[in-house]
């Protein structure tokens, strides 16, 4: 029994000595029986700086063409001159870009017309607005009126079938009233002569007497309501028909004013093309150059700005977690070649001289350059078009799940940064 105690006290102090240990009670005496391995963020910044290297992943791709003319390059310089002529003083900037664009001068003072076009087209938009939102009011108001017009017919027709039903019960008993009138009459004329048994008829004259006059009291009361549902009738009658008219006139104007806009509108119609047309024409037509453009844009991730706070690499146990916050895809590279753009079939030129007016050494090197830049930034937005940032996006976590799986990270999580539009 006692070598039992003693076994048991062994136990129970054993348990107790690999409890402290465990837990790490006390700094000086820890165990590890079990072989746990703590959580930490491992210190990486040799893994961070080979994924900054990658610089940028792209995740999407678009091949497209598009053309460009001189006239879309003019708008450009003077869109940017116009930008930047407050800081040019002393026109430097204005010669400079007279000397490369022979046609900038003429652009340029073409501005004042071109601006007086464009307030006469919106003051041409404005007022066939005001005469829109007036035809608008009338048929607001026109609705609203055919609206009362209705519920007052409604509300005429009950009170008249009231009416209707209402005097002819009266008018049967007041005819029923007036025969009985007659009759009494009758009778009391022929009592009134005979003279025998004078006494009695006396007595029965003044009971018909009576009779006849509450019946010509009832007469007169009939009489009284029906002229007053009369006069209620014809006033019924004549709010209904004060309705009509009112409709009747709010429809004529807006009829009126239908006609009007409709004639307005094609006038307008006809102004508002001619002066948009005068606007866009902006190109002086016996000198032109216009290029295709065909190239690629592609749009991903840009790695080399990440953060060490937006990649984190944490070890739990026998796995190692990626943590990735990155930015949303942006358009990484805009390309147009040069010179040819290889196919399965031929090589194709990037930019290619659509059509030429005017002779060769009239265009000058900044003239045909800033053409081919107007292609690149046409070609960009055909791409944001045709949705490359979504695809982008929606292709980018897969790619970069598999990216980082490379790196040698076997799980990854993958988070974008809150943005209120995608970077382009």
């Known amino acids: 029994m006692k070598i039992v105690k003693i076994v048991i006290g062994i136990i129970i102090l054993t348990a107790i000595i690999i409890l402290i240990g465990e837990t790490g009670l006390l700094p000086f005496f820890k165990l590890n029986i079990f072989k746990r391995k703590p959580l930490k963020i491992s210190e990486t910044p040799v893994k961070i700086k080979q994924i900054r290297n990658i610089g940028e992943l792209i995740t999407a791709e678009f091949y497209g063409e598009v053309y460009a003319d001189l006239n879309d390059a003019y708008k450009e310089v003077i869109k940017n001159y116009n930008e930047k002529k407050a800081q040019d003083t002393i026109g430097i900037l204005r010669d400079s870009l007279s000397e490369n664009f022979p046609l900038f001068t003429k652009y340029l003072n073409r501005q004042n017309e071109i601006n007086q076009k464009k307030a ?17 009011l009338q048929r607001t ?3 609203s009126i055919k609206k009362f017009v209705l519920k007052e017919e409604k509300i005429y027709n009950e009170k008249h079938t009231n009416y209707t ?26 009592l009134s002569r005979t003279s025998k048994r004078r006494k009695q008829n ?12 509450n019946i010509r009291d009832n ?26 008219r009112l409709y009747a006139s709010a429809n004529n104007e807006m009829k009126e004013q239908e006609k009007r806009y409709q004639k307005k509108e094609k006038l307008f119609n006809r102004k508002y093309n001619k002066i948009k047309k005068e606007i866009n024409n902006f190109m002086v037509n016996r000198k032109n150059l216009v290029y295709i453009g065909r190239g690629w844009v592609k749009a991903g991730f840009n790695i080399k700005n990440i953060t060490e706070d937006k990649l984190k690499i944490i070890n739990r146990n026998d ?9 949303e895809p942006e358009i990484l590279i805009t390309d147009i070649n040069p010179w ?18 005017g002779r060769q050494k009239k265009f000058t090197d900044q003239e045909g350059q800033m053409v081919k830049q107007i292609c690149k930034q046409k ?7 045709k949705d490359i940032i979504k695809k982008a996006r929606n292709t980018g976590i897969e790619t970069l799940i598999k990216f980082f799986n490379l790196m040698g990270f076997k799980y990854v999580e993958i988070t974008f940064e809150p943005t209120t539009e995608p970077a382009v």
Do not use: C, W
């Open 120 to 136: 006469e087209a919106e003051n041409l938009k404005r007022e066939f607005e005001e005469l829109k939102k007036s035809l608008f």
């Open 141 to 143: 108001k026109t609705d």
């Open 165 to 190: 039903n209402q005097t002819n019960e009266l008018s049967k008993k007041l005819k029923e009233l007036q025969k009985e009138e007659k009759k009494l009459k009758r009778r009391i004329r022929k």
């Open 202 to 213: 006396k007595e029965e004259i003044e009971q018909n007497k009576s009779t006849l006059s």
């Open 219 to 244: 007469i007169e009361i009939i009489q009284n309501e029906l002229d007053e549902k009369s006069k209620e009738h014809e006033k019924a009658q004549t709010k209904y028909k004060e309705a009509n």
């Open 319 to 327: 796995s190692t977690i990626l943590k990735v916050t990155i930015k």
């Open 340 to 357: 040819y753009i290889k196919t399965k079939d031929e090589e194709i030129p990037g930019y290619e001289i659509f059509m030429q007016k």
């Open 379 to 385: 070609l960009k937005e055909e791409a944001i078009k």
